[in-house]
């Protein structure tokens, strides 16, 4: 018995040794992925591409043929330059090398509407996927740099957001930079991972003066930096308030700050005599609440039952009195709610202007913003307890969270301000795959209506299913469970599965009507109610998938120790 014993035990330690050098001899790289996905997306160049084209094709030829302190005053086209004095570097770089052939092609026209043709088109999707070697690389450094227990987990992750189907829909299909830009916000990720603080910052820096969307997750990077790099609480005992200076490590802030702020004088010195245009196109509240098409959050579901109260109200006359009482600002007349439907944009009419509400209370940017500032507090406290890598990628996913719930004038791309950051949580604990299969499955279904061409129906579809089913199964494989504290939700579990598989139908659905309004003229007078599906159905799974990470995040505290 004794020697059977000891060639089991030997036996154990050999396949676990096996195993170890397995991992340490195993390739994890993501070159394969770029040839494979650069494929793809060569052969999408002839496909559909959005107005988003002829913006960054005006970009580079305002870049390119005019000074510096005209470039955010321009207003030839509508495309104005509207993106952070960083992006318009990249532009101009860009433009340096447009071939000869490309430019007599029409690419750096300044002109009210762009005409161009194949060669153009060829030029600036080809940047595309050149720039996006900044997020392959960054995610190949993210996994090398990892301890070899979490390489496999950690691949999972970074071949997700490579092969992200959101990427290839908005950037690939539908024209923009994200995967550039994204990888350049990682590389901040990866260096707070890596406790490489002085990067962090100023790579965050450096991403917010590409693209100021970033800006939603500021409160997370300055609360982590602050309590990680510049506070010190080692040893410290407070008998008064003159102790709370000595915990600040002023060289570490003198650092920080002057990394911080020579990033943004190199960005904006240069354009000090336009700063009012500037600020002015990087922050145009005149724009209104929603988006032509309404992105899936809080908001989408406010208008729609401002639809569904202002249809039961003129169906159901008598319901006006007591909706009057609880809402002092609704109309008290049928005639009223007529006249404010037909002068006023309700939010279905696919425009991009203020949106009036006809039943319930009007929307400010300022309550838009309160709301968002008082979750994103919520959401950064527990970092000042707290400043593990763990907790701050928690507090960076929930900022990025409730600026697309409750921000004004939200894109529905801006889902991938919220999809990336959580991505990187899933391998630390199982319990946060329900809630992250939530929203990306919700969150990339929701950029369908960006491609409205039948051809992309498949192309979007197909992608978006295999990707969903490929990744939920690996990220349910590497993530870690905690057997002593595991508590399994069985209830939001499952009905997470039933969100998931009537994804299907109603994809179908939508798409059966978008075909056969070409057929029935009836159907053409409700074109915006494939829109208003999509966005509310969209909008319950992002809701609860919210839900349930901020309640992990802060009522689960064996979770994040």
Not at 213 to 240: N, Q
Not at 531 to 538: A, D, E, Q
Request: aromatic share 20%; net charge positive.
């Amino acid at each position: 018995m004794a020697k059977a014993d000891v060639g089991q035990r030997s036996g154990k330690h050999a396949s676990s040794s096996s195993v170890v050098k397995n991992v340490k001899t195993r390739r994890y790289s993501l070159w394969n992925f770029w040839i494979c996905a650069t494929t793809l997306k060569v052969l999408l160049f002839p496909g559909y591409y959005s107005t988003d084209f002829d913006v960054h094709r005006n970009w580079l030829a305002i870049t390119n043929k005019l000074p510096m302190n005209q470039w955010y005053v321009e207003a030839t086209s509508q495309w104005t330059l509207d993106y952070p004095p960083f992006f318009a570097y990249f532009e101009w770089f860009l433009s340096q090398f447009v071939p000869k052939f490309v430019a007599d092609d029409g690419c750096l026209d300044i002109v009210p509407v762009g005409q161009f043709g194949f060669p153009t088109i060829v030029f600036q999707r080809t940047t595309v996927i050149l720039s996006e070697l900044v997020l392959f690389f960054v995610l190949q450094l993210f996994i090398n740099t990892s301890d070899i227990s979490e390489k496999s987990a950690n691949f999972v992750v970074a071949s997700s957001i490579v092969l992200s189907p959101g990427l290839l829909i908005v950037d690939h299909i539908h024209f923009q930079y994200n995967g550039f830009l994204f990888g350049i916000l990682i590389f901040s990720i990866v260096a707070a991972k890596n406790k490489r603080y002085l990067l962090c910052g100023a790579f965050f820096a450096i991403a917010l003066c590409f693209k100021h969307i970033f800006l939603y997750l500021a409160p997370a990077y300055f609360v982590f930096l602050l309590r990680a790099y510049v506070l010190d609480f080692t040893d410290f005992k407070f008998r008064s308030y003159r102790d709370l200076i000595s915990v600040v490590q002023w060289s570490n802030l003198i650092k920080l700050g002057s990394v911080v702020l020579a990033t943004f004088a190199i960005a904006f010195l240069p354009f000090y005599t336009t700063w009012p245009q500037l600020f002015a196109r990087l922050f145009p509240f005149s724009r209104g609440l929603t988006h032509a098409y309404w992105a899936p959050n809080f908001w989408a579901v406010y208008s729609f039952i401002d639809k569904v109260l202002t249809l039961l109200v003129l169906k159901m006359p008598y319901l006006q009195k007591p909706l009057s009482i609880v809402l002092t600002s609704m109309p008290t007349t049928t005639d009223d709610i007529l006249k404010r439907i037909a002068t006023n944009n309700s939010g279905t009419k696919g425009l991009v202007q203020d949106v009036f509400f006809v039943i319930l209370p009007q929307i400010t940017p300022k309550l838009t913003f309160l709301l968002t500032l008082f979750y994103q507090t919520l959401a950064v406290i527990p970092v000042l307890f707290d400043p593990s890598f763990k907790r701050f990628v928690g507090s960076l996913t929930l900022c990025g969270f409730v600026s697309f719930l409750f921000g004004w004038h939200v894109h529905e791309k801006a889902i991938m301000l919220v999809i990336i950051p959580f991505s990187f949580l899933v391998p630390f604990d199982r319990r946060l795959l329900t809630p992250f299969t939530l929203l990306a499955s919700a969150g990339y279904v929701s950029l369908f209506p960006l491609l409205y061409e039948s051809q992309d129906f498949l192309i979007k579809f197909l992608y978006t299913f295999i990707w969903c089913i490929l990744y939920f199964y690996a990220m349910s494989q590497t993530s870690k469970v905690k057997r002593n504290n595991f508590r399994r939700i069985f209830f939001f579990d499952r009905l997470a599965i039933c969100y998931y598989l009537l994804l299907i139908p109603m994809v179908l659905f939508v798409q059966g009507l978008n075909v056969l309004k070409y057929r029935y003229v009836t159907l053409q007078k409700y074109e915006f109610l494939g829109l208003m599906v999509y966005s509310i159905y969209c909008s319950i799974g992002v809701l609860s998938s919210w839900i349930g990470l901020s309640w992990l995040f802060n009522f689960d505290e064996p979770m994040w120790s």
